[in-house]
DNA sequence: GTTGAGCGTT
């Protein structure tokens, strides 16, 4: 008989109990403060995460929701599931993928995106060579110091203007103040 | 203010 735990991992329709849910079916503009503050009435909440696109940087319209206890997190899994934030009806489950992916450096974090068609022979990593270590910190020179910038020689793929990024060419209307998710007005 | 099915990057 089964007497030790064997980890299943479970499938997507039965995914396992864990402390970290799935939020899915949210709407784009539900951010992680709204679901910290859903959630955490449920139990101590020890992340919360909306994955963003890598691209636009906006929301995916699913979130990750760690627990502290897992307890917490089938109540809160059962509690939430079908209930509507900013419109949208959500789907709460166990999260099946407990972690993100692996931070690997040396690997860009791109989809095999290909830019459209026409670009022939290019496409794919290109002889970024330097693939595993040795670019990495090649960018270091003696003046700045901070190597976050993309600048210098990095074997990206996204390449598809030579011409430079267009001048910025108004003055014009700044980032306004589109205060935070102004839910809707109600027009008497 | 794009709609949607969707298990993930730092």
């Known amino acids: 008989p089964m007497s030790s735990r064997r980890r299943h991992h479970g499938s997507r329709e039965n995914p396992v109990a864990n402390k970290c849910l799935g939020i899915f079916g949210l709407s784009l503009y539900t951010t992680e403060r709204q679901l910290h503050h ?3 009435k449920y139990g101590p909440l020890a992340k919360v995460q909306v994955v963003l696109d890598a691209k636009t940087g906006r929301s995916r319209g699913f979130s ?7 307890e917490d997190a089938a109540e809160a899994k059962e509690q939430c599931t079908g209930m509507e934030i900013d419109g949208r009806r959500i789907r709460v489950d166990f999260s099946i993928t407990e972690r993100a992916h692996t931070p690997t450096p040396g690997i860009y974090m791109g989809r095999p995106t290909y830019s459209g068609s026409g670009r022939r022979g290019g496409g794919g990593y290109g002889g970024g060579g330097g693939g595993g270590s040795s670019g990495s910190s090649s960018s270091r ?3 700045g110091g901070y190597s976050g910038g993309r600048r210098g020689r990095s074997p990206s793929p996204y390449h598809r203007n030579d011409r430079g990024p267009p001048p910025r060419r108004s003055y014009s209307h700044r980032s306004r103040s589109k205060s935070y998710s102004p839910r809707r007005y109600s027009r008497y």
């Open 38 to 40: 859903l959630f955490s």
């Open 64 to 70: 990750f929701i760690y627990f502290e206890h897992t």
């Open 141 to 143: 020179h003696g003046g």
